[in-house]
């Protein structure tokens, strides 16, 4: 992945179009923001740069609220995104796997992109195909 310099503003709050079809979500932890308007830019832009619709509306992560997990994981199901986007993993500490079972997992911080757990991906293949063989 390539270093992006200052990332820039995306106007309006609808996603910008991806012609890969794919879709991201970002996530955030306010009490782990310097900046939260930065963060969220941030993370559209990065989005944008690796082809993906962002999502308008931000996955605001409160672990003492409804629970971390239930937050992202709905988030995930409302939307099918393929990717959650995040500004550190410290954002999600201690949910990289479970968000791996669904989506990519990617950090402004460092710009990893942590590949979606491939195990995942052949249950949820092979479950298509039994489906399919039924029908």
């Known amino acids: 992945m390539s270093n992006h310099t200052e990332p820039q503003p995306i106007s309006g709050s609808t996603p910008r179009p991806s012609r890969s079809g794919r879709l991201a979500i970002r996530c955030l932890r306010p009490d782990l923001s310097d900046d939260c308007g930065r963060d969220e830019r941030e993370m559209t832009s990065l989005g944008v740069q690796l082809g993906y619709a962002v999502d308008e509306n931000l996955v605001v992560i409160d672990p003492f609220r409804e629970g971390p997990f239930t937050t992202v994981w709905l988030a995930l199901r409302r939307t099918r995104a393929d990717a959650v986007i995040v500004p550190s993993l410290g954002h ?36 298509t195909t039994e489906d399919s063989e039924q029908t």
């Open 92 to 127: 999600v500490e201690g949910l990289e796997q479970s968000i791996r079972l669904k989506a990519q997992l990617i950090t402004v911080q460092g710009e990893q992109v942590l590949e979606r757990d491939p195990v995942s991906i052949e249950c949820e293949t092979s479950s």
